[in-house]
């Protein structure tokens, strides 16, 4: 467990984080979601330690020693380019104490674990961004820690790489990690994490299980779109606004509308093209709670 409290830090004047407070459950793959400038990264170096200057309280799981439970995974990618990727593990596995045939195992055992072992002897300046960004995180797992810190760890790399660190992320997860993953893309988030706190403008706005904020916030919808436009009595429902070819129908009674949709249409000579329940997401949770969208622009 990761009880964090009132945990308030200025840049100078700029106050980059406003009492924050918040607690990570053993085990967890925890989502910290906002837009850029919201003070992800400023609470990850704190947590790592990274950041020793500021105010409030961090307790990590159960007190034990903090740099060797962490593995932190910067944003910037922190790798020595000139060097090959199992160069690169042992450096950082150095940092952390390991030696011998102890840290030559170790670097085996993660190249594997990165799924790089067929570049063992490349150099860093020929991998693509995703393969950077996967020995970026190798470099953060050669001490074997307990809590993973990664700050927006997919950013500008393609879908495969994206893929193979979510699987890493999950195995991580079933080992018994803990993890903690910025990001301000909304579906990883929703995809990855089980429990998740909103951030916006250096403040926590809400916290809580994924399954039940969306569950408490969002509010689901269905898609309609026929030869006739879907009538407005379907407003009893729910609000109803143009959405693509269709029409988006926003109620808390998706099949009931649903049941009525198809009796409109099947009296009419089945003009219905398609219907479909559209799943709540994470982004409109995050739009109820802090009547934002997750967009650059709101900053
Ligand atoms: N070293 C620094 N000196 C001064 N201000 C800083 C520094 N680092 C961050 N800030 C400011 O603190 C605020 C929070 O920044 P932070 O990087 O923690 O946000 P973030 O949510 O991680 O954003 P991003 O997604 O862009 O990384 C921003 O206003 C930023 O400009």
Redo the contacts with the bound molecule.
């Keep these: 467990m990761i009880t964090i409290t009132n945990v308030t830090k200025f840049?100078?004047k700029?106050e980059?984080l406003k009492q924050i407070s918040l607690s990570i459950s053993e085990g967890s793959c925890f989502g910290l979601v906002?837009?850029?400038?919201?003070?992800?990264?400023?609470?990850l170096k704190i947590i790592a330690s990274i950041i020793q200057d500021y105010h409030g309280n961090i307790q990590v799981t159960n007190g034990r020693n903090r740099k060797e439970e962490i593995g932190y995974v910067p944003?910037e990618i922190c790798l020595e380019q000139t060097l090959s990727a199992y160069s690169n593990l042992c450096f950082f596995g150095k940092l952390y104490g390991l030696k011998g045939k102890t840290l030559q195992h170790r670097a085996t055992e993660v190249l594997h674990q990165i799924g790089l072992a067929d570049r063992v002897k490349d150099k860093v300046l020929h991998f693509s961004g995703g393969m950077k960004r996967r020995l970026n995180i190798g470099c953060a797992l050669m001490h074997q820690p307990k809590l993973i810190i990664m700050?927006?760890p997919t950013v500008g790399i393609d879908p495969q790489s994206r893929r193979y660190i979510f699987e890493m992320i999950r195995r991580l997860q079933q080992k018994g990690c803990t993890i903690i993953y910025?990001s301000?893309y909304m579906e990883e988030v929703e995809q990855l994490c089980d429990e998740v706190a909103f951030?916006d403008h250096?403040k926590t706005i809400h916290y809580g299980k994924t399954g039940d904020l969306l569950q408490q916030y969002a509010v689901p919808a269905i898609f309609v779109k026929g030869t006739i436009p879907l009538p407005k009595e379907m407003e009893r429902f729910g609000e109803v606004s143009p959405h693509k070819d269709g029409y988006l129908l926003t109620t808390k009674t998706p099949l009931s509308a649903m049941e009525e949709v198809l009796m409109f249409y099947k009296i009419r000579d089945n003009g219905l093209e398609r219907l479909e329940l559209v799943r709540p997401r994470l982004e409109d949770v995050f739009f109820t709670v802090t009547g934002n969208k997750l967009r650059d622009e709101i900053i």
């Design positions: 840049y100078g700029k980059a906002g837009p850029n400038g919201a003070g992800k990264s400023t609470l944003q700050d927006e910025a301000h951030m250096g």
